[in-house]
Each structure stands twice: as C-alpha cells, then as structure tokens.
C-alpha cells in the first residue's frame, strides 16, 4: 500500500505540523513531478476565510492530503456549525463516512460519495488520477459554490498552469500587479525559477499564499 494512503501517515504529520502547508512536501524525488492545490472555505456567517496554496512531492502525497487531511476538515466544519475553528479529524476513510452518515447533516450524502470517489483512484496510473482529481475538483467546485457558504479547490500540475490560472482570473495586468506586488513577466519568471532554484522551491509556496492568497 502506498504510504499516503493511509491515515497514520497524516496524523504523523500533523504531531510535526501545526498545518500541513505554506510549505513544500520536500524532498522531491523529481522536482518536475511536484503538484500544487489551492484550497479554500469561505463562510460569511462566521466570518471564515481560509485559503491556502501547499506543494506536493507526487499526485499520490496530493491525493492523501485532499482524502485524509482537506476533505475532512472541509467536512467537519461543515457539519459542525456552531464550532468556529478548524479541526482535523484523522482517522481512517471508512470511520469518518460512518461519522458523516451518523452526523445528521443535510449534506452528508454528497460528502460521502465525494470522500468514496476520491478513495477509487488509487488504483489509477498517475496521469489519469491527475484527470480524476481535476474533473472531480469541477463538479465540487460547482456543488459547493453557495452564497454563504463556499468550498473551492484546485489542482495545478505545474507552476505554469497556476501561472495561467492567475492571469486568466484577472482581466487587467495592472489591477494584479497593484493587488500582489508582480507583473505578469515577474509572476511567469518566479513560475519558470521554481524548476532551477532550490531556493524558488522552498519559497514558491509562501509567496502563493502571502502574495496571491483567495482567488475564488
């Protein structure tokens, strides 16, 4: 079994991690096969706004992070709605579907058919659980996306397509050089860095999140 897939691994982490990004998952094995997510929960009526960008060594550390780590914290706060904080509730995926079904929420249908999709590919080769993860990041975008109420994700395979990412959702170049302190020639450079320089590698992931942060 690989050693992402399962929720030890997660919860090792997290006795060393207070939060499990802002970071690189280093080492790489190949650089070129880091992947990056940005994830979101935006909640108006608690006055909740968490975004954050993480790194991933390869698309399976990714997978583990969005089965064991996001997905549950996404959930539990969503079901929870007179807690205020953040938590993660590791454990394994079967123990916390029987949590969700056992909760009572309104949502715990959908949150159980996403957390058993996201379990069925990892049995795919990596490319295809890349394809898996964004199409299923689509439809949970779209089911999620409320007035009140949001839950957003998205999976880049490389610097570059965040780079796309970011300039498509801003219209006018000045408006994202005002609002992150880049051009768009310094955010394509900083993307084409990430590759060559260890020191781009271990700083690319906080400049993401202090720089860039919420782009829902």
């Known amino acids: 079994m690989c050693k992402y897939h399962h929720h030890l691994y997660w919860e090792n982490l997290l006795a060393k991690r207070t ?16 992947i990056f997510i940005n994830t979101v929960i ?10 954050d960008w993480s790194c ?4 399976k550390s990714l997978l583990g992070f969005i089965q064991y780590l996001h997905l549950p914290l996404a959930f ?14 590791v454990c394994s995926t079967g123990d916390f579907i029987e949590y969700v079904r056992e909760s009572g ?29 964004k199409d299923f990041c689509a439809r949970f975008n779209r089911l999620w996306s409320g007035d009140k109420y949001i839950l957003n994700m998205n999976v880049f395979a490389n610097t570059f397509e965040i780079a796309q990412f970011l300039i498509e959702r801003n219209e006018f170049p000045e408006v994202f050089e ?14 084409d860095n990430f590759y060559n320089e260890r020191f781009m590698q271990k700083n690319f992931v906080k400049i993401l999140n202090h720089k860039i942060g919420c782009v829902i």
């Open 42 to 51: 935006v909640d108006y009526q608690r006055n909740t706004l968490d975004n």
């Open 105 to 133: 929420s309104a949502h715990a249908q959908v949150m159980e058919e996403a957390l058993q999709d996201i379990d069925s590919y990892w049995k795919l080769d990596n490319l295809s659980c890349l394809n898996s993860l």
């Open 56 to 59: 991933h060594s390869d698309i």
């Open 19 to 34: 939060k499990p990004w802002q970071s690189c998952f280093v080492p790489f094995e190949s650089v070129h096969e880091a």
């Open 76 to 89: 539990y706060y969503t079901i929870h709605q007179d807690n205020d904080d953040l938590f993660f509730p």
């Open 178 to 191: 005002e609002d992150t302190g880049l051009t768009t020639e310094q955010l394509l450079h900083m993307c």
